[in-house]
């Protein structure tokens, strides 16, 4: 009888090892699967990814955005290091034979100067009597217009290869740089991109990249709405600025390309040229970080609102 039973526990044992055997397998396998599944996914959306191209499509009049001083949280500079990631071109608008050209990985430092402004780099240390100075990439897109002067739109441009052109503070910054002289020892620093390029840094400046797709291109959307909207309204108004929006809350978050991801980016280039519109007009969507799962009418908190026409209420 005892040795019965000893058979028995022994079969018993010997099939509950083949079971947790057989499960283990199996759990071996579906893991296998799901992670092979998850690359090709990943390599799929990557292929889905329009080529820089697809920013040609439509018109995308671009935008200036100012880069605060965020060490002093003020609009101007005391002094600008700007490091360059890719061969430039340094030059003042208004006076085109004052020009250099900046190898990568050199840094210009632009200071204030009473004449003007003080331009200090590997080839040279001058005064230049002039206000404004701009930094273009040498390789630039196709994407490119000029003014009635014959400059170039820097709005309208990025480096022909879409990397960054230039760093700021450790945030390397696509498109063009101008370097504005406002007052004593106020420099402004203006980023010129293409929308479509600035968004790219917005979208996860402003939503984390782990959010559900549809979250992200709706922030786009949101996002893209909010920078058309108001250079439509700058243009309609003939407001004179030397820029569109600040790269803060003040308007929209923007880091340059510091937090891009792979999510974000697809978010944005598959919702291109698309923005809300309110009787066919674009206008300003705000939106907010939290509301507490409650929200208020636009009358209320912004009473006197319009579209981008100047006169039907929001």
Same mark, same amino acid.
């Given at each position: 009888?005892?040795?019965?039973?000893?058979?028995?526990?022994?079969?018993?044992?010997?099939?509950?090892?083949?079971?947790?055997?057989?499960?283990?397998?199996?759990?071996?396998?579906?893991?296998?699967?799901?992670?092979?599944?998850?690359?090709?996914?990943?390599?799929?959306?990557?292929?889905?990814?329009?080529?820089?191209?697809?920013?040609?499509?439509?018109?995308?009049?671009?935008?200036?955005? /100012?880069?605060?001083? !965020?060490?002093?949280?003020?609009?101007?500079?005391?002094?600008?290091?700007? %490091?360059? @990631? +890719? $061969?430039?071109?340094?030059?003042?608008?208004?006076?085109?034979?004052?020009?250099?050209?900046?190898?990568?990985?050199?840094?210009?430092?632009?200071?204030?100067?009473?004449?003007?402004?003080?331009?200090?780099?590997?080839?040279?240390?001058?005064?230049?009597?002039?206000?404004?100075?701009?930094?273009?990439?040498?390789?630039?897109?196709?994407?490119?217009?000029?003014?009635?002067?014959?400059?170039?739109?820097?709005?309208?441009?990025?480096?022909?290869?879409?990397?960054?052109?230039?760093? /700021?503070?450790?945030? !390397?910054?696509?498109?063009?740089?101008?370097?504005?002289?406002?007052?004593? %020892?106020? @420099? +402004? $620093?203006?980023?010129?991109?293409?929308?479509?390029?600035?968004?790219?840094?917005?979208?996860?400046?402003?939503?984390?990249?782990?959010?559900?797709?549809?979250?992200?291109?709706?922030?786009?959307?949101?996002?893209?709405?909010?920078?058309?909207?108001?250079?439509?309204?700058?243009?309609?108004?003939?407001?004179?600025?030397?820029?569109?929006?600040?790269?803060?809350?003040?308007?929209?978050?923007?880091?340059?390309?510091?937090?891009?991801?792979?999510?974000?980016?697809?978010?944005?280039?598959?919702?291109?040229?698309?923005?809300?519109?309110?009787?066919?007009?674009?206008?300003?969507?705000?939106?907010?970080?939290?509301?507490?799962?409650?929200?208020?009418?636009?009358?209320?908190?912004?009473?006197?609102?319009?579209?981008?026409?100047?006169?039907?209420?929001?």
């Amino acid at each position: 009888m005892i040795a019965i039973l000893k058979v028995f526990i022994r079969m018993n044992a010997d099939r509950f090892l083949l079971i947790v055997r057989t499960c283990i397998l199996l759990g071996l396998l579906v893991f296998f699967v799901f992670s092979l599944s998850s690359t090709l996914m990943a390599e799929r959306k990557h292929k889905e990814l329009p080529s820089a191209g697809h920013h040609e499509i439509g018109y995308d009049p671009g935008i200036r955005v /100012l880069l605060t001083n !965020r060490h002093t949280q003020k609009m101007h500079h005391r002094r600008l290091d700007v %490091l360059v @990631l +890719q $061969a430039c071109l340094l030059y003042c608008p208004d006076d085109r034979t004052l020009q250099i050209t900046l190898d990568p990985q050199e840094t210009v430092t632009i200071k204030y100067h009473i004449d003007g402004l003080i331009i200090d780099c590997n080839k040279m240390e001058e005064t230049w009597n002039v206000t404004q100075i701009d930094i273009i990439p040498g390789i630039r897109s196709n994407i490119e217009s000029e003014d009635a002067e014959g400059n170039p739109i820097h709005s309208a441009f990025e480096a022909k290869d879409r990397k960054p052109v230039f760093a /700021l503070n450790g945030t !390397r910054y696509r498109g063009s740089l101008s370097v504005i002289k406002k007052a004593a %020892l106020k @420099l +402004q $620093a203006v980023n010129w991109l293409p929308i479509e390029s600035y968004l790219e840094g917005v979208v996860p400046s402003e939503m984390p990249a782990k959010y559900p797709e549809e979250a992200l291109r709706a922030q786009a959307i949101c996002s893209r709405s909010y920078a058309y909207a108001n250079i439509l309204d700058a243009t309609r108004k003939g407001t004179i600025s030397s820029f569109d929006v600040y790269d803060t809350v003040q308007d929209q978050e923007y880091l340059g390309t510091t937090k891009e991801t792979p999510n974000t980016t697809f978010a944005v280039q598959r919702t291109a040229g698309l923005v809300l519109t309110y009787n066919d007009e674009c206008f300003p969507s705000y939106f907010s970080a939290s509301s507490g799962g409650h929200c208020t009418p636009v009358g209320m908190a912004f009473p006197k609102a319009t579209c981008c026409d100047g006169q039907t209420p929001l």
